[in-house]
């Protein structure tokens, strides 16, 4: 059997997994490459570190230059996270001619037309599978299996820390620092969570995702992004009395006024396949006009699970496979038309709105009529009586889910309704998908 | 742009889908092939019949050797079902130095072996993404995304039919015979349902996913099946009583005992992904050894769902992924060794039982007497006072449900209990999937 060297650059979580695979599996790994891999090189910060998989055969160094500089390293897997010096590595490696398998979503979603460029000039192929979604394969599934379609709708949860905490805030009622802090404890959210929590990482995962998708270079920044940090649980809990869970949703979606793009916090009807998508958990619902809806339900994170989807995309390297896929696709390609983003006046969804209102006569009444002049009509309201528990005159929240509405007409809405001088607190608003 | 042309053997529903995308979508389809797709030849039965698709540029013909002998075919889709004069066709184009995309499952369950043989012996590939899942890829999941893992358990909801006359007898309590009825009229079910509702084609579709998760030649005889044919809605509801849904399963599970297979009415628990996959969907939980727990879903028939597999199929044989796939899995080969399959005394689950029992003192005893000898314990009992419905000294139902334990324990204390005389009708027996 032919042999093929690779160089793995980076021995934390992933590029551990990512060793152990390599070493404890080769055979298997060998089977389905139809060539057998060797883990020539790993690149690490400090050599003397214990690491969590034994490595007889392979040299491990400081210096990626000895894996840039290394004729017979025909393959470089980058698991070392960050964007410089990464990108510069990545372009190094490509540039000596090495293909490169990264699970790196922020690098493709702010510098993917320069790495994808620099693989087009050298012939090199570029695989990142583990990107999005950990070991579920949706680079793959929109890649290659769903070619026959136009895809017309993502809805997707890919940050498993956020998961991990809206669900403990469902099943709990869990206040949301708390529910962050047991993340942080188990393991599931890092020591800064602000990436995950502020909807930045879900955004990245979107920028890949409308890339190969939709065709869309889109950069992170055009992405209209609403993290979990401020959500209440009161709002978990009348989203479940009016029948939906709440969850960190990428969503995408074509239409004739363009493509439309958000991450947020969204109300998901309980029963359905997205609603059930709980802990750390992830999962990617894909609407094609083939093949319909379509869900890739999996772990999101954790060393084994993107080791698998690391190592899937080295067989498809070393098989060949990925050069077909990377010439037919053309991702990241700088002669793309600039897609056509939906203006936000197109926008259109159910809402869930909460106010904190004066609890006394006519308050309901002039709330209704400012969304009944913006065309906003009302689906469900939800008051309970305060009871005992609040001293009187304390605000009482109203919750109202809206029928159908333009995003433009619910903001001009709560716009006015902030400015009466009957609601405390800044109103609540949350898109719903059906 | 290079062409490249086929020929499609079928115009029924699935035939009917591929010509509309290969016409209808010429332009997406050719950009991800990276040639241009020329349907030169459709093969049907009556040439005269309408068609749901115009296809300007074809040629309608009744004698598959117009396909068979043109040069200039390079890839023959079949879509005519059944397994003669299919396998024969398939094997005469394989030798015509054609490939082959296929969705006819129990052609590969039963002939697998010749067919695959053929193609190697020829230097083709066959391709089958749409023979398991219709529209949802897991062929290529498991075949080529999951590469890296040992697949460790399959349990699979792959037959639209059951699934949706399950859902209905669940939500509406409506018995089998006429949520049946129901599904013929919506057309869910055939006039001829017989190989959905005893199982068979469930085990056609083990076949073919236990030959690509654990490659193993097996046989649909060699799998043990029960159909849903004689599940009554007492069963569905007591289940959900216990928190449990009914779903026809293909189940493979690999232990140090070999490999266990079974088609079988299985009870799953609330909550879980396979539990919410409603009507005519299809979805596929696969375990493995890196990934950990995934889940694919969508639609497992129909049209254009069905299509969109076959098409994907297309492309990827064009592109020239297919060979590489092909030659490094070694699929259906006769060299392969025969599967150990775990033997039904290693086989262990929880199981939900259903006796129908005198209503007189000391008749829980003696069942309970004998569970017990036999090294079963009980987990959970249902025993509803009869009320005043039914007339005095009728059987009353008892359901228990029991921890976990080894199936030829099961299978004795039943047959014994079936013999003590306090029990009327046929005991039911259903295994339990945590």
Same mark, same amino acid.
């Given at each position: ?47 003397? %570190? ?131 802090? %047991? ?69 995408? %979606? ?119 002049? %913006? ?60």
């Amino acid at each position: 059997m032919e042999r093929v060297s690779v160089g793995l650059l980076g021995l934390g979580t992933v590029g551990t997994g990512v060793a152990r695979l390599l070493v404890e599996e080769a055979d298997r790994i060998a089977r389905r490459s139809g060539r057998a891999i060797d883990l020539k090189w790993v690149v690490v910060r400090d050599p003397h %570190k214990k690491r969590g998989v034994e490595l007889p055969n392979a040299r491990i160094v400081t210096d990626v230059r000895r894996v840039l500089d290394d004729p017979e390293v025909e393959v470089v897997i980058e698991t070392m996270g960050g964007i410089h010096p990464t990108l510069e590595t990545v372009l190094e490696a490509l540039a000596a001619k090495k293909d490169v398998v990264t699970a790196n979503k922020a690098l493709l979603a702010e510098h993917g037309t320069t790495v994808f460029g620099q693989a087009r000039k050298y012939g090199r192929a570029v695989a990142f599978e583990a990107s999005v979604g950990g070991g579920i394969p949706i680079v793959q599934a929109l890649g290659v299996s769903l070619a026959a379609n136009q895809v017309q709708s993502l809805a997707a949860i890919v940050n498993g820390t956020c998961n991990f905490i809206l669900t403990a805030m469902t099943r709990e009622g869990t206040p949301y620092e708390s529910a962050l802090r %047991k993340a942080q404890e188990l393991g599931y959210a890092e020591a800064d969570p602000t990436m995950d929590v502020d909807g930045t990482d879900t955004a990245h995962k979107l920028a890949v995702l409308a890339q190969l998708a939709f065709e869309a270079n889109i950069k992170t920044a055009q992405i209209p992004r609403q993290g979990i940090d401020r959500l209440q649980t009161a709002d978990i809990r009348y989203a479940g009395e009016l029948g939906y869970v709440v969850k960190l949703l990428a969503l995408a %979606k074509l239409s004739e006024f363009g493509l439309e793009l958000r991450v947020a916090p969204t109300l998901v009807k309980k029963g359905t396949p997205l609603a059930d998508v709980s802990g750390p958990y992830n999962a990617i619902r894909v609407v094609g006009d083939a093949v319909g809806d379509t869900l890739f339900y999996g772990r999101g994170a954790g060393m084994m699970p993107t080791a698998s989807a690391v190592v899937g995309d080295l067989v498809d390297v070393v098989s060949g496979r990925t050069a077909v896929t990377f010439r037919t696709l053309n991702l990241w390609s700088e002669s793309k038309p600039v897609p056509k983003l939906t203006p936000p006046s197109a926008v259109h969804s159910r809402y869930y709105l909460r106010f904190m209102i004066a609890d006394r006569p006519g308050v309901l009444a002039s709330l209704a009529t400012v969304l009944g002049t %913006k065309g906003i009509s009302i689906a469900s309201v939800i008051q309970h009586d305060p009871g005992d528990d609040e001293p009187a005159g304390s605000p009482v929240p109203l919750v109202i889910m809206t029928h159908m509405a333009a995003e433009a007409g619910i903001r001009a809405a709560l716009d006015e309704i902030d400015g009466l001088g009957v609601v405390h607190a800044p109103s609540v608003c949350l898109g719903v998908e059906e």
